[in-house]
């Protein structure tokens, strides 16, 4: 008779599903990239606990988050507010794009095939 394994030698730990604060903060960022929460929006954290169905304490520790990440601004005695970008972020955020595309069109025009650069022409023109 072949002997069998122990069930308990087959099993392996789970992993955890991310922190409560992760899928909190995954949830913001979502809705702040998206516009859904516009630039300046206050967010409350009881309101956004009661929403949410959990305590104050993730929310708070996922505005930590969203604050390192710039995308919120922690403001003492009046909350957490959506990042409200200012001229200069916005002048560096379009400088660096600029820099960007041009750098990419740069070697996309090294790299181009006869083939590529034909294709390229072809949907040009529609």
Same mark, same amino acid.
């Given at each position: 008779?072949?002997?069998?394994? &122990?069930?308990?030698?087959?099993?392996?730990p789970? @992993?955890?599903?991310?922190? !409560? $604060?992760? /899928?909190?903060? *995954?949830q913001?960022?979502?809705?702040?990239?998206?516009?859904?929460?516009?630039?300046?929006?206050?967010?409350?954290?009881?309101?956004?606990?009661?929403?949410?169905?959990?305590?104050?304490?993730?929310? &708070?520790?996922?505005?930590?988050?969203?604050?390192? @990440?710039?995308?919120?601004? !922690? $403001?003492? /005695?009046?909350? *957490?507010?959506?990042?409200?970008p200012?001229?200069?972020?916005?002048?560096?955020?379009?400088?660096?794009?600029?820099?960007?595309?041009?750098?990419?069109?740069?070697?996309?025009?090294?790299?181009?095939?006869?083939?590529?650069?034909?294709?390229?022409?072809?949907?040009?023109?529609?």
């Amino acid at each position: 008779m072949t002997a069998q394994p &122990r069930p308990s030698a087959l099993v392996q730990p789970l @992993d955890e599903m991310p922190p !409560l $604060r992760h /899928r909190i903060h *995954a949830q913001l960022e979502r809705l702040i990239t998206s516009g859904s929460l516009a630039p300046g929006t206050r967010l409350v954290e009881s309101d956004l606990a009661q929403t949410l169905g959990v305590s104050r304490g993730p929310i &708070r520790e996922a505005l930590q988050l969203l604050q390192r @990440d710039g995308l919120i601004d !922690l $403001r003492p /005695r009046q909350g *957490a507010f959506v990042h409200l970008p200012t001229l200069k972020e916005i002048e560096d955020f379009f400088d660096i794009r600029r820099a960007l595309e041009t750098e990419s069109a740069r070697l996309a025009a090294r790299r181009i095939t006869v083939e590529g650069a034909k294709e390229l022409r072809s949907v040009v023109e529609r």
